[in-house]
């Protein structure tokens, strides 16, 4: 389509879609709501059952699967509890404050039992959604500092990039760059075998991005908002212009995990809701193993017993089977927002 | 873990899924209702933009596309609209009657111009959710007549799994099997190239298990709501058994869609939602086609105007991207259920 054809339309499908959107992020809060005492009663289940976490990331799906290394397997044993919150989302009967906070704001907190690896009982990982003045928005994070006992299967990248953030939060300039932590950050980036990366870099993740501070993002979101309602009500509105960005200011080259937003969303949109599932499966597969095959056949026979239950819900992978053989099964669950 | 050292943990991770599943399917109503209205504006806006659908087509995701051969492509050029609802849903102030229908069915309407392939306009699948008395649960379908005025691109097998279910349902017996239709069914489905089957093909499917007629649905889902009463209650009970099936009864071997269930779970939950995103990038890769090459370092500088919004919208696969630089556009929509 040449571009002096540009018809009014799409003005009026950009708009929609940032209706779906707000009904997607109400949805999302509500879902929160209703789920929270589920997930709490699962937590107090799934505590008395050894193994869970760890059966839960061995069965992974394939993108979260692959930031797993043989190394990062022998830590992901010793995991205790994961624990998922949208700490935005308010959990009273207050309406859902659009300024405040934002359903999609993620903390992904893991509990480990005593270690060799390090001395860390807890690593909690949050991801704020945060709008920037000149027009993005996305997740952004903060680097944790890991405190490794002998050898850091990170190479040193996690804190490495702890040490950058800090160094830039206490010279109040985000993108400052060129001092010494930062040059050995980068080397040690350049340095790195993507393919052959530790799960726990992504614990040093900070944006795909530009890093947004709260008050940047509040101040952001009113604008946004104020153009939006002007362009509900029919008005034409100027974005802000994106800021000059530098070559050397391109996202990534500071970033020590490809995909560390994609990673979260995925742990809590699909590991942390499917749980029940992954750890079936994984038990499923531990049983096949020690399995006679002749006791095959039997597999389906009697419903809804423990045993079954874990032979059924176990079967093909949750994301998106449409219907099943379980007797007093719902479906898979899909991902989830 | 040995089958004797089962614990009582299993079953109140069982209960908990169902828990879970009620949620999920009270959000699933709840964001139907709120984003109909959203739903019926983009109808009006898109019905302006000419070659609106064709373009989603050609853009869907690959687990659609792959059932889309070229010639399925030049039908789908003829496509006027396309409406996919939930009618089991109610749209009124009433509470969502449990028994009555389940938020999962779903019904996907095709409207054609006038084409040189069929004389239908309009081309409707609808499936229903259902339960069935010996425990399992999916989506059901029936096949719907396809009036070819050339050559068929499914050879045959629409029409063909069209009057095998005609004749089953004249004879009160949804497993009838034996008879001149059904002999023909199966060979035209043994005489199929399974990879070369056109999407049309889809129109024909019945159920990845049994077929489930609406009073056995019903039925089965009032006893199955008992026994989760009880069981929430505490109480121990027993589920159906499964009814001893023979070999040659077995899903699939009358059935002419692999995944034909999958299919229309992927058209209502990205296609549908995300159409707009699929539009747009159909749209950008014809602008990149046409464009200089000079050109495309001035892709990102004005924001969110009509041009902007479709270069930037189109950025990558909608599924699940979280973060973006969209100025006023929210990130991607996910997989919706």
């Known amino acids: ?121 807890v690593l909690e990982k949050k991801f704020w959604y945060r709008r920037s003045k000149d027009g993005w928005s996305g997740l952004v994070s903060e680097p944790v500092k890991i405190d490794w006992k002998g050898e850091d299967p990170t190479n040193g990248l996690t804190n490495a990039a702890y040490a950058v953030f800090q160094e830039r939060k206490k010279a109040g300039d985000m993108k400052k760059k060129g001092f010494a932590a930062y040059k050995k950050l980068l080397d040690l980036i350049e340095n790195n075998n993507v393919d052959n990366t530790s799960f726990f870099a992504w614990f040093g993740y900070v944006s795909a991005g530009p890093y947004v501070s709260a008050d940047e993002s509040a101040q952001a979101n009113k604008e946004y908002k104020e153009r939006q309602d002007k362009r509900s009500k029919g008005e034409k509105v100027e974005s802000p212009e994106p800021e000059e960005v530098e070559e050397e200011d391109m996202m990534g080259d500071d970033e020590i995990h490809p995909e560390g937003d994609e990673l979260a969303q995925l742990i809590a949109e699909d590991v942390w809701p499917n749980a029940i599932k992954y750890f079936t499966q994984a038990q499923e597969m531990e049983d096949m193993s020690e399995m006679d095959f002749e006791d095959m056949s039997d597999e389906d026979d009697d419903e809804d017993g423990p045993i079954d239950l874990r032979a059924l819900v176990g079967k093909g992978k949750p994301k998106t089977k449409p219907s099943s053989n379980d007797a007093d099964e719902p479906p898979k669950k899909k991902q989830k927002k």
Do not use: C
């Open 1 to 121: 389509m040449a571009e002096d054809q540009v018809p009014v339309h799409y003005e009026d499908l950009a708009l929609l879609e940032t209706q779906f959107d707000e009904v997607d992020r109400e949805i999302l809060a509500k879902q929160y709501v209703l789920s929270a005492p589920l997930y709490a009663k699962r937590q107090e289940v799934v505590s008395k059952i050894e193994g869970f976490w760890p059966l839960v990331f061995e069965q992974s799906p394939p993108d979260v699967d692959r930031y797993i290394t043989p190394n990062d397997a022998n830590i992901f044993a010793k995991l205790k509890s994961l624990d998922v919150k949208r700490f935005e989302i308010p959990m009273g009967p207050e309406k859902i404050a659009g300024d405040a906070g934002d359903p999609r704001s993620i903390a992904i907190r893991f509990e480990f039992d005593e270690n060799e690896y390090f001395s860390n009982s």
